[in-house]
């Protein structure tokens, strides 16, 4: 199977909709195969990558933090990367500049980057595809 | 003595997987344990909440695996029979989606919704969401 370059806009901030496992799930697919990827992580989901997210417990469920072991989308980011560069392919993760700046994220993963409106242009121009995850 | 609320909860599967339960749910829950008087109506999509034996397999991102993933049948159980809180299901908005009334788990009540309104008159507040 030729490899590919494919790219994705998300834009759902994390905590607030299905948009992202969904996303989460097709780029797991994507990075086991070795494609090429490319993220523009717009408006709310500029946040994914955010460091200072931090797990839970959850005592309505009865469980100790551990037991929860509630997700947090920076360690969904972090295995993206890992799986993309063990798979042979590679996932160049961008964070819009503004938007984390408007949002107060602006600390970020290891391996993302901070970037602008022009990076999803220049994605687009060299991708074989383009998806687009808008939020509603 | 806390003040009866109606909670219409219409917004469904919206950040589950993240959250690991429905926020609003996960609300009611919290704040029933703090002292309100709560009570559930499941109405348009989130009638599929009550539907017995569901759940989606949790997320995988490489080494990454979710271990923890939602399921929302037991979590309304769990409002109904450890919270006591009477979970109501609009019977038309489940024909509405071919959901049969043996697909519900026990103790869902089933509401008509031309009773709605009158059920809502038993309240102090009614909450949609």
């Known amino acids: ?136 | 003595m806390a003040k009866k609320t109606l909670n219409i909860v219409e917004s469904a599967y919206r950040a589950v997987m993240e959250e690991q339960d429905d926020t609003i749910l996960w609300l009611l829950a919290a704040m029933q344990g703090a002292g309100a008087e709560h009570t559930v109506v499941l109405r348009g999509n989130a009638v599929n909440y009550a539907v017995a034996g569901q759940g989606a397999p949790g997320l995988t991102v490489g080494e990454w695996k979710q271990s923890q993933a939602p399921r929302m049948d037991k979590d309304v159980i769990d409002l109904i029979e450890t919270r006591k809180i009477p979970v109501y299901v609009i019977e038309e908005d489940l024909a509405a989606r071919g959901i049969g009334k043996n697909d519900l788990i026990p103790g869902a009540k089933l509401l008509g919704s031309k009773m709605l309104p009158k059920l809502m008159a038993d309240y102090q507040i009614v909450s949609h969401w």
């Open chain 1, 1 to 136: 199977m030729s490899k590919k370059t494919l790219t994705f806009a998300l834009m759902d901030p994390p905590y607030e909709s299905e948009n992202l496992t969904t996303a989460f799930r097709i780029l797991d697919a994507a990075a086991r195969r070795g494609h090429t990827i490319n993220v523009f992580a717009y408006e709310g989901a500029s946040a994914l990558a955010f460091t200072k997210q931090v797990p839970h417990a959850n005592p309505v469920h009865g469980k100790n933090l551990a037991e929860e072991n509630h997700p947090t989308t920076k360690d969904q980011v972090a295995a993206l990367l890992v799986l993309a560069e063990k798979s042979g392919g590679k996932v160049d993760w961008v964070n819009c500049g503004m938007c984390v700046d408007e949002r107060g994220v602006a600390e970020f993963i290891a391996g993302t980057r901070r970037g602008s409106p022009a990076d999803l242009h220049t994605f687009s121009e060299a991708s074989d595809n383009v998806l687009v995850i808008p939020t509603k």
